[in-house]
């Protein structure tokens, strides 16, 4: 007998319908007190989309509909997601699962153990553990920074501008003077401070406070002066005065170059009055550190790779090492970049550096002295390459948590 394709779908509604009665008593019960969850419904591909929706709809919230492919989203009692599963009109039902932006907590700073710190310590000493203190500031000497960034917002406090190539100097609040036309100095302040926004990518001290020091321009070359005058102008900070409170607590210096008298007394400078100097060793394979990261006064920073694996371009004989290959930070114009280079090695020491500072300041201790904030990263590094100190790793991989423990742990 030849049956109406009409009365077949009436047929089948009335069916699922039958189906849906035996659900009644239940729906009525869940909505009482049982937890609401949000669920995506597939339909099979022959399922009449509109009708069976409809029937769903008495159940939960529908919330979504995507009727290109046969889906809509609902909230309902969680009691009812499984009954929902077994109706013969539906092909799947998956628990709609939240999904995030890129994640901002890279490989390198998990690496030295930073979320440790942060983990560990803010529930006591709050945004210390990200590095915030009313007196601790890193000055980036460097290329200058992208203050604008939205990873670096509010970061860049203070400048200094000092190109003699070009004539430039300029101290002051005018951040514009000491904008990044070049991206490195970007690349380096968000590795020491990129926020903890939700987006991007986050510093090892997210809340620390930083000094533009600009001493390189656009191709990023300058005079081994103009660093000099960097590291004294940080030294002394905005009021112009060396050894009060606004003084750089941290200098960070991802360039490098030859030995200088001028360069020499302004690095005893800086160590004089308590400022802790970090610098790049530099990336030319040599047998020891480029200049400053030389001098015994600072603390030379080499690079490794996410395997732990040193790279053939990183001078040997640093002190510690830190990732340096291929790491994702903040970038001028507002974007992000990789980079690699012991460059990208040092700001991770320096802003260590100022976590440890923080801390010390937060649980009622003071700073420590460069010799001692020296001791503590080194006796803490994690050990790489053969036992002790070898040519490659220096002392081994800083590590933020063990550098801060053993810090606060301290008189």
Known sequence: MKRNKRNIGIIGLVS??????????????????????????????????????GLLSSMGSVVLEIAEVKAIVLELPQSLVNRIASLPFVRYVDYDKPVKIQQEVQWNIEMINATKVWNTYSPQYGDAAYGYGLTIRVAVVDTGIYYRHSDLKN???????????????????NLKNCDDPNGHGTHVAGIIAARLNGFGVAGVAPKVLLYAIRVLDASGSGYVSDVAKGIVEATKGPDNNAGTDDDADVISMSLGGPDSPVLRDAVIYAYSYGVVLVAAAGNEGASQPSYPAAYPEVIAVGAIDINYQVPSWSNRNPDLVAP????????????YAYA?????????????????????????HGKLTPDQVKDVLISTAIDLGPSGYDPAYGYGLVDAYRAVNNALNMS
């Open 155 to 173: 970061s860049v406090t203070w400048c200094v501008v000092s190109l003699r190539n070009t004539k430039t100097l300029y101290e002051g609040t």
């Open 340 to 364: 690699s280079g012991t460059s990208m090695a040092t700001p991770h020491v320096s802003a260590t550096v100022a976590l440890i500072q923080a801390l010390r300041l937060a649980s009622g």
């Open 16 to 53: 699922v319908l039958l189906i849906f009665l035996s659900f009644a008593p239940l729906v009525g019960y869940a909505e009482q007190g049982d937890q609401r969850v949000r669920v995506i419904v597939g339909f099979k591909s022959d399922a009449d989309y509109n009708a069976y929706k």
């Open 324 to 335: 340096g290959v291929n790491i994702l930070s903040t970038w001028k114009g507002g974007g």
